[in-house]
């Protein structure tokens, strides 16, 4: 199974950084890919990668490869610190991503909703409101930035937890109040969990280039470009008369008849 979704995640992670890419070249050269949507989709798109990068490179390999479960078993008997900057690094991109789709979503609803204002507000606030994406997820996995990392087996797969140093009964109850669900649905669902994961991280980059026609242009462009100082001679004749046109560039700023 991990090999299955590696082999459709990797390519489309390998599409996803060919695009942020593009975008980033173009952003110095073309007006367009200045604007805000696409400085917060690189945003959206780094943090992405970086939660995919995370989840398969020791989450899910904990969960599909076995012998994995026994080497951590062994090394990390006792709660450790030495995995506490993955547990933080993972959880802390998950909720970056949650705030940066949700600016994603917001641009949009604005660019329709409040035109003139949009543009207003989203030119002088843009690195603003990311600075403020970038540091609200400290306030849902900070506790786990000072807390030592539990590694557990259960039914074979290695589940990585932490040790609370500061007790929150706040998170008692709200985890509480999710155990039925988990109970009754938990195993249902834990099959359909990985697809959309990586539906709701790697989808990005497709529905962009389906939508968007000039950087779908630009990421698959193979023909060059035509020269600016070419023009193209056209003869016509009407009632006997000859008319020959020359046509320039598009950069001319004249049309020559004769």
Known sequence: ??????????P????????????????KSEQVFSD???KIYVLDGVVSMLVVLLD???????????????????????PTYILTPYLFGFN??????IFSISLLSANRFTCVAYPIWHKIFWKKHTNHVIIVAMICPVLFT??????????????????????????????????????VENIAFGSLLKKFEFIC????????????????KRLRTKVFRVSPEVPQNSSNTKLSSKNGESIRIVVKSPSAKTLTMW
């Open 92 to 97: 802390y991109f998950q909720f970056a991503k």
């Open 1 to 10: 199974m991990y090999i299955l979704q590696l082999g459709y995640a990797l």
């Open 142 to 179: 900070w506790q786990l930035a000072i807390s030592p990392t539990r590694f557990d087996m259960y039914v074979g797969e290695g589940i990585l937890g932490y040790v609370k140093v500061v007790p929150f009964a706040i998170l008692l109850i709200f985890s509480t109040s999710f155990l």
């Open 197 to 212: 994961n990586d539906f709701y991280l790697m989808s990005s980059p497709i529905v962009l280039l389906i939508m968007n």
């Open 36 to 38: 805000a949507y696409f």
């Open 56 to 78: 398969y490179g020791l989450t899910r390999p904990l969960i599909y490869v076995n012998p994995m479960c026994y080497l951590f078993s062994d090394w990390f008997p006792d």
């Open 12 to 27: 489309i992670s390998i599409l996803y950084l060919f695009v942020i890419l593009k975008i980033l070249k173009a952003h």
